[in-house]
């Protein structure tokens, strides 16, 4: 993902938001176009799972027309007037409606978080190192990271890795190694950038 966010971030994020009291509509506002984006490379990361994807754009597509009229709500509150205290309390029901919304995407995060994790870390080591995920497998198999049973159920028959990511001791294997994987690839970047800081 490159400087897309982690799963964790995203976790932490929407932890943040729902923290806020109804009261804290301003505040609101200002973490939304974050997890807003967050959400979009949360999206792309999880389009080579067709099932998991649909389900997490229908929560994402919920969660953003609540976000809308939220904000609508927010901004007819900051220009003030005489209807501003009704603008308030339209704002604080509507921050309400969205952090609803925002509990429900939780929900379905958690209950696929294996998967998620895979699918940003993933999505981070493509951005990367231009690694696609047949590639990967070959190397952590050749170096003996993942066990036979799971290197069959990758790659037998060709690309079935799509399917074999569906269970979930495959994912979080996949997962922790992967992030084992993209903190070695970024220590070696960080020497190299500092091997050629010394050349100079």
Do not use: Y
């Amino acid at each position: 993902m490159g400087d897309e966010p982690t799963f964790e971030a995203i976790l932490t994020a929407i932890d943040r938001l729902l923290e806020l009291s109804p009261r804290e509509v301003s505040s609101g506002g200002e973490l939304w176009p974050k997890l807003d984006n967050m959400l979009d490379g949360l999206l792309g990361a999880a389009k080579f799972d067709a099932a998991r994807h649909g389900r997490l754009a229908e929560l994402v597509a919920s969660l953003k027309a609540a976000a809308a009229q939220f904000l609508q709500s927010l901004l007819n509150m900051r220009r003030g007037g005489p209807l501003r205290d009704d603008w308030t309390r339209f704002a604080e029901r509507d921050f309400i409606k969205l952090k609803d919304e925002v509990l429900a995407l939780k929900e379905f995060l958690v209950g696929e978080m294996d998967f998620l994790k895979f699918a940003c870390l993933r999505a981070r080591l493509r951005d990367l190192g231009r690694i696609d995920p047949e590639k990967l497998f070959e190397e952590l198999h050749e170096e003996r990271a993942i066990s036979e049973r799971t290197w069959v159920l990758l790659m037998t028959p060709p690309n079935a890795w799509q399917k074999a990511l569906k269970n979930r001791e495959v994912s979080g294997e996949l997962a922790r190694i992967s992030g084992w994987l993209l903190d070695l690839q970024e220590a070696r970047r960080e020497r190299r950038c500092l091997a050629r800081r010394t050349a100079r």
